[in-house]
């Protein structure tokens, strides 16, 4: 991961370099912000090779962007961009675009080599994802895809799932302990969600082959999801997440079909990931209330099922987790 703060520049200096190298050179776009109130801007980014795609994570005082003809020209993408909109709201507009708002926890889509303008609403400022998807990776072609100005999603159907894609997309590049199974997952929910916003865009028929995996890949993304929001619930089961889905039974235990471990067992492998999460963050907490607020129906169901996974009992693992540190 390569992250910059414009805590590294000058105070004098920082939106300036912030325009000429991060914005123009970096993103390909024109930074503006009057002179009067650079002197107290401020910008941060992450970046992120992920699964043949870079997802941006970008936050930065108010000023406005603009993704000119010129822009296009000396800095050409041709990718899809699927962005998270995470602070105070956002604006598009101008040039071959109708003027809309999206609000935070929304998305939108476009082609990078489409002019725009945009800007922050709101004193809060730029805080947002964004997915940069190059085309050469995207089995589905269409010359539509070239045609796609900025626009948020219409669908509320397809949010829950975005949204799930995306943290699940960094969960998995922060998982290193299998790099392998990691860039697999990666390349998977970068698929996913380049094919969903295809689907919003009226490009990728949901009923297709890559709509029915890209949907197939986003749902298992939210069921874990829903998993790990409700696992202190001991008498967590298929119905209730296939509820909070909205699909069937059966359609859940299929989509884990798919998976490495069946729904059970990932209900079980997440509630032994946060046991030893909360024993290394409350080291003084009991084990019985650990078990307990994990979901685990007893105390000697937590160690049976904690010993099979790690080889030891949970103390031992509490003990050697303080030596480490």
């Known amino acids: 991961m390569y992250r910059w703060c414009t805590d590294e520049v000058e105070p004098n200096d920082r939106f300036d370099y912030w325009r000429e190298v991060r914005a123009k050179g970096l993103f390909g776009v024109t930074a503006e912000l009057e002179r009067e109130r650079r002197a107290d801007f401020f910008g941060e980014f992450s ?53 809309f708002s999206i609000a935070s926890g929304s998305f939108a889509t476009s082609h990078t080599d489409l002019p725009y303008r945009t800007a922050p609403l709101g004193a809060g400022g730029f805080h947002l994802r964004i997915l940069k998807i190059p085309m050469s990776s995207i089995p589905a072609q269409d010359k539509r895809m070239r045609e796609l100005s900025p626009r948020t999603f219409n669908d509320p159907a397809l949010a829950p799932l975005l949204a799930a894609c995306f943290a699940d997309l960094g969960e998995a590049a922060a998982d290193d302990a299998d790099v392998d199974a990691a860039s697999v997952a990666q390349t998977s929910l970068v698929q996913a969600l380049a094919h969903l916003a295809l689907i919003e865009r009226g490009i990728v028929r949901p009923g297709s082959r890559r709509g029915q995996a890209a949907l197939r890949t986003a749902r298992l993304s939210q069921a874990r999801r829903l998993i790990a929001r409700h696992l202190q619930d001991p008498n967590l089961a298929p119905a209730t997440v296939a509820d909070l889905l909205g699909v069937s039974v059966r359609h859940l235990h299929m989509l884990f079909e798919t998976a490495e471990k069946s729904f059970s067992q990932t209900v079980t492998d997440e509630r032994l990931k946060q046991s030893r999460r909360l024993m290394r963050e409350a080291p003084e907490r009991l084990i019985a209330d650990i078990a307990a607020a994990c979901g685990f129906e007893s105390l000697a169901t937590y160690y049976r099922v904690f010993n099979a996974a790690y080889g030891m009992a949970p103390g031992d693992f509490r003990a050697k987790a303080s030596e480490e540190h």
């Open 47 to 99: 970046l992120r090779q992920l699964g043949g795609a870079g997802l941006v994570e970008l936050k930065a005082s108010p000023y406005a962007v603009e993704r000119s003809t010129s822009d296009i020209a000396n800095a050409p993408g041709d990718a899809i961009c699927v962005y998270q909109q995470l602070g105070s709201g956002g604006w598009f507009g101008g040039m071959r675009i109708s003027d």
